[in-house]
């Protein structure tokens, strides 16, 4: 199973990207995809999760500005994020669940910053 995010950079505070995850391989039994994100001197945290059934799941600290969305037929995941913060700034990386193992992406950088 490959995992391959797109779609960071640099953007300005209250602005906004879109990132995308495209999965290929041995799919058969995805139960759930996610955004997690990690900040330089900080574990990695869970940002937005959607399973099987559609049902989503956040952070507190992006709750009503970040939206997690798939596309099931393209086996992608996507992340819209706007009012976009300097605490926002991380390494964002896409996960799937596949029959209890976690699959990531390498990763991609956002920075929000003037």
């Known amino acids: 199973v490959q995992v391959v995010e797109s779609g960071g950079g640099l953007v300005q505070p209250g602005g906004s990207l879109r990132l995308s995850c495209a999965v290929s391989?041995?799919?058969?039994?995805?139960?759930?995809m996610g955004w997690y994100r990690q900040a330089p001197g900080k574990q990695r945290e869970r940002v937005a999760t959607i399973i099987t059934g559609g049902s989503t799941n956040y952070a507190d600290s992006v709750k009503g500005r970040f939206t997690i969305s798939r596309d099931i037929a393209k086996n992608s995941v996507y992340l819209q994020m706007n009012s976009l913060r300097p605490e926002d700034t991380a390494v964002y990386y896409c996960?799937?669940?596949?029959?209890?193992?976690?699959?990531w992406g390498q990763g991609a950088q956002v920075t929000v910053s003037s």
């Open positions: 391989g041995s799919i058969f039994s995805i139960s759930a």
């Open positions: 996960n799937i669940v596949q029959l209890g193992t976690y699959y």
